[in-house]
C-alpha cells in the first residue's frame, strides 16, 4: 500500500475538477445514473480519481441496480477504509480512499455473495484504467481503452 498522502484544502481545489472536489473532498454525492461507468463492463481498474490508487477491479463490480457503480469487494484488503457516517438522519457506512482519504461513496449489507456488501460508489471518485490486451491478439496496436466496433465514445476524464 502507498504512503498515505494530504494536501491542503486549496491544493486539491487546483488539482480536481469542480465536480470531483465536490464529492471527493465535499463528501457529494452524484446524481443517480449520471455518472460515466455505472453501466461500464470493460475488463479493468477503477482507481481513485484524486490520488490514482486501486480501489476496485471489474471482477467484483456488478448491477445493484441503484444508478451508481456497485461493488462487492475492493480490490484489496486495505484499499479503502470505513468510517461511520450519521449525517442526514441515516446511519451509514462511509467508504474512503486509504491513501488520500477521499470520499468515495457508502457500503451496505444488502450485496450479493461471497461478500453480502455493495459498495455504492461514485463515478466522480474514480478513474477507470482499461486491462490492457495482450499482443498478437485482436485490438493489438490499439491503445488500450479504445473498444473496437462498439462505436461509442471513449469515457472522458473530468468534465
Ligand atoms: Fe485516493
Not at 486539491?12 to 472536489?21: A, K, N, S, V
Not at 455504492?120 to 491478439?137: D, H, M, Q, R
Amino acid at each position: 500500500m502507498a504512503d498515505k498522502i494530504s494536501h491542503s484544502d486549496e491544493e486539491w481545489r487546483r488539482r480536481l475538477t469542480p465536480e470531483q472536489y465536490s464529492v471527493c473532498r465535499g463528501k457529494g454525492t452524484e446524481r443517480s445514473f449520471s455518472g460515466q461507468y455505472v453501466h461500464l463492463k470493460e475488463e479493468g481498474v477503477y482507481q481513485c480519481s484524486a490520488c490514482g490508487q486501486p480501489l476496485f477491479g471489474s471482477g467484483e463490480k456488478y448491477n445493484s441496480g441503484t444508478g451508481w457503480p456497485s461493488f462487492w469487494a475492493p480490490i484489496e484488503k486495505g484499499a479503502v477504509t470505513g468510517k461511520a457516517d450519521r449525517s442526514h438522519f441515516m446511519e451509514r457506512m462511509e467508504v474512503l480512499c486509504s491513501r488520500c482519504e477521499s470520499h468515495l461513496g457508502h457500503v451496505f449489507d444488502d450485496g450479493p455473495p461471497p461478500t453480502h456488501l455493495r459498495y455504492c460508489i461514485n463515478s466522480v471518485s474514480l478513474k477507470f484504467v482499461p486491462k490492457e490486451k495482450p499482443a498478437g491478439l485482436k485490438g493489438a496496436g490499439q491503445r488500450p481503452g479504445d473498444s473496437p466496433g462498439s462505436g461509442k465514445p471513449r469515457p472522458r476524464r473530468g468534465r
